[in-house]
């Protein structure tokens, strides 16, 4: 008879455990291979004429983790701004022109991104840039809601606030919340910790990253290691 009930107990304890895993694993093979990325991290509007702005910009692999690599600048109309080597900038009369940077892997893919830029005769203040977004579930829980992550003025901070129209299940175990430039894996990611609100508008302050730094938001199943949940960060 003891031996009889120990049996039936380790099927129940294995039943509890798959049904806890399935329903917290969205997808049974995930692939966390992306587009690698070029990116410009720093942007700005407008620059005056004789102004400088360095800008920075950095290699994102096809797992999002950023990655050394050399990069030239170049600019469209050379009558407007130049451009040096390392990317610093000078403003030479009022127009338009277009920044263009570029790297080269070792198998010869090219990567590249651009930005515009109009160069004035007067400096001008710089808007503060807001990103908004859409929270999406990956997996048999509720989470869903609308955000916004933005500049905090006079700082290098960001604030990302989650909408009143949030919702996750409290049901979710071990649920954290990310900054990532993958969408399917927490590799070189940025953690927010765990997540403590499921219902309704709260924020966070996220000290010393830049407006292009992140690419998602990801929700994660800590004790599983699958995403539950994600967010694109949209211009």
């Known amino acids: 008879m003891k031996r009889l009930i120990t049996f039936t107990f380790s099927i129940i304890t294995v039943l509890i455990s798959t049904f806890s895993i399935s329903s917290c694993i969205g997808e049974d093979i995930i692939n966390d ?17 004789s102004e400088t702005h360095q800008y920075n910009a950095r290699y994102f692999n096809n797992i999002g983790e950023e990655e050394a690599a050399t990069i030239s600048w170049s600019i469209l109309d050379e009558s407007v701004a130049t451009i040096t080597n390392n990317g610093l900038i000078t403003g030479v009369a009022t127009g338009e022109t277009t920044v263009n940077a570029l790297t080269t892997s070792n198998n010869g893919t090219v990567t590249e991104d651009s ?50 129209n949030y919702q996750a299940s409290t049901s979710l175990p071990g649920l954290y919340l990310y900054l990532t430039n993958n969408p399917n894996s927490i590799n070189g990611a940025l953690s927010l910790g765990p997540v403590s609100v499921f219902n309704g508008a709260h ?33």
């Open 115 to 164: 930005t515009t830029i109009a160069v004035t005769m007067d400096t001008v203040e710089q808007e503060l840039i807001v990103k908004t977004g859409t929270i999406a579930t990956t997996s048999s829980y509720t989470l869903t809601g609308d955000f916004t992550i933005e500049e905090v003025e006079n700082s290098n901070n960001l604030l990302l606030s989650i909408e009143n």
């Open 203 to 235: 924020t966070y302050t996220i000290d010393t990253i830049g407006i292009n730094d992140y690419t998602h938001l990801l929700y994660w199943c800590e004790p599983f290691g699958v995403k539950v949940g994600v967010g694109t960060i949209n211009d």
């Open 33 to 49: 291979e992306i587009a690698p990325e070029l990116r410009i991290l720093n942007p700005i509007q407008s620059i005056a004429v």
